[in-house]
């Protein structure tokens, strides 16, 4: 694997509530390149609980979200946004889980349109939580206005 260099790093207005690793509310997660996945590991705290030591959904719905945004990222090579997210909870994730794998990638694309699956596993490597997002592709000359430029990995 190899770790993904955060592009948005350094940008004035970066303060992404999923990977901005300024962010004192954030998730703080970091990225790396598998093959055809993109893959985050994380930690799981009681401040983001739902249920008496059990994950917050919306918390994870969050893990999901960002990892298939870092799959537009990195594979695509452009900015995009979520058009829809649908997740499945088949088993519920204890905030005292010690690490999370999130795991994604692309299933389809239709033009500017790319649909994403991905996978919440725990430590014991069981798939907890699932996910379908379909993101649309912002052209190039919109993802440079908005700062992006490329998306690179260590060593590249």
């Known amino acids: 694997m190899k770790k993904i260099i955060n592009p948005w790093e350094g ?3 970066y303060n992404c509530f999923g990977c901005a690793p300024n962010n004192p509310f954030g998730l703080h997660m ?3 390149e598998d093959g055809d996945d993109i ?5 799981p705290e009681r401040n983001f609980q739902g249920w008496v ?3 917050h ?3 994870l719905s969050t893990l999901i979200d960002e990892t298939c945004g870092w799959v537009v990222t ?11 997210l649908n997740v499945k909870f088949r088993k519920a994730i204890s905030t005292n889980e010690p690490e999370l794998t999130i795991r994604a990638r692309i299933t389809k694309q239709m033009r500017n349109i790319l649909f994403i699956h991905a996978e919440i596993c725990n430590s014991q490597g069981e798939m907890c939580t699932e996910g379908e997002a379909t993101y649309y592709l912002m052209p190039e000359d919109r993802a440079r ?3 992006f430029i490329h998306c690179h990995v260590e060593g590249e």
């Open 11 to 13: 940008h004035p207005e």
């Open 30 to 32: 970091e990225f790396y």
């Open 39 to 43: 893959v985050s590991t994380w930690h």
């Open 53 to 55: 030591d059990t994950m």
């Open 57 to 59: 959904g919306g918390v």
């Open 74 to 84: 990195r594979k695509m090579q452009t900015s995009g946004f979520t058009t829809s």
């Open 145 to 147: 206005e908005m700062g």
